[in-house]
């Protein structure tokens, strides 16, 4: 029952998290920390990223709960692997159809990826104890996992998932000409007065 009560609590904070860290850049006026995040651009990656930041905070909650769990670091890496690998293959796959992105349909596999991640991580503790060198090499893998979240935004590999739809730029450099015009525009207002 409480895993239960659990499940649905992580969703509704992961989500929440993630639809706040998709504005958050915005509302930071482009604080590069802040940056590191959450979203800085339209890319697949950003929005990858924003659900990956609401399973991450979730974490510091989950390893207090299960983190005696002989699965718990296998079941995180895999719940953020999911996450990971399933709003790119949705969001792809149906672009093949649409041959654009659909705002309901984004919204709706943000969702997915975050129920999908969450049932496996539940369902990961609730199996038999996997060998301890598996748990362990998992917790290697989380380490290793976050360096690599954190890294993608400063230095975004020159693909598709990286690639801004609206810029056509990567990182921190696809918000860059908004960057001007919000210095551009405070300077007219500055000499207005």
């Given amino acids: 029952m409480d895993n239960v009560f659990n499940f649905w609590l992580s969703i509704i904070f992961i989500s929440t998290i993630g639809t706040l860290a998709h504005f958050l850049y915005e509302w930071a006026h482009h604080n590069r920390t802040i940056g590191l995040f959450t979203a800085v651009n339209e890319s697949t990656w950003e929005h990858i990223k924003i659900a990956l930041t609401g399973a991450f905070l979730w974490g510091l909650y989950d390893g207090f709960a299960y983190g005696y769990y002989s699965n718990y670091f296998l079941a995180k890496l895999a719940s953020l692997l999911i996450i990971t690998f399933t709003i790119p293959a949705i969001f792809y796959f149906y672009r093949q159809f649409t041959k654009k992105s659909i705002l309901p349909i ?20 609730a199996a038999p104890a996997v060998p301890y060198a598996i748990e362990y090499l998992a917790a290697i893998g989380l380490f290793i996992f976050f360096g690599a979240y954190m890294t993608l935004t400063l230095k975004p590999l020159k693909t598709i998932i990286f690639k801004d739809p609206i810029t056509g730029k990567y990182g921190f450099r696809a918000h860059t000409h908004l960057v001007k015009k919000l210095a551009n525009a405070r300077k007219k207002s500055r000499t207005k007065k």
């Fill in 106 to 125: 984004d919204i709706t596999l943000f969702f997915i990826a975050i129920i999908l991640g969450q049932l496996s991580f539940f369902g990961i503790l």
